[in-house]
């Protein structure tokens, strides 16, 4: 069983950019696709962006294309999402998301068998 741990969540102003991480432990955990959901006030989670461990095959949710990036440090085994030109609508709590198994709806929650506690991202407007 792994564990992951998000960070660099915080608050900026609209227009800004923040980084987030996700460390996974143990570092010889078995992934196939990693991903970032975020979760707004009251509302259902969201898919953000995945990648496939291995191939970097990258899939993005249509609100951040063009503004947020993921990818992955193969020799340390973080998960990164940079996020930039940051909008008041992205504040909400990130997730960090991993599934042992490929499939074909990278965008689906129920896909990813562990999460992290998630950071908390605050856009001021």
């Known amino acids: 069983q792994g564990e992951l741990v998000e960070s660099g969540g915080g608050l900026v102003q609209a227009g800004g950019s923040l980084r987030l991480a996700c460390t996974v432990s143990p570092v010889t955990f078995s992934r196939y696709r990693m991903a970032w959901f975020f979760q707004a006030p009251g509302k259902e989670r969201e898919f953000v962006a995945a990648?496939?461990?291995?191939?970097?095959?990258?899939y993005y949710g249509d609100s951040v294309k063009g503004r947020f990036t993921v990818s992955r440090d193969n020799s340390k085994k973080p998960l990164y999402l940079q996020m930039n030109s940051l909008k008041s609508e992205d504040t909400g709590v990130y997730y960090c998301?991993?599934?042992?198994?490929?499939?074909?709806?990278?965008?689906?929650?129920?896909?990813?068998?562990?999460w992290g506690q998630g950071t908390q991202v605050t856009v001021s407007s």
């Open positions: 998301a991993s599934s042992a198994r490929s499939s074909r709806t990278p965008s689906h929650a129920y896909e990813y068998e562990l």
């Open positions: 990648i496939d461990w291995n191939s970097g095959e990258t």
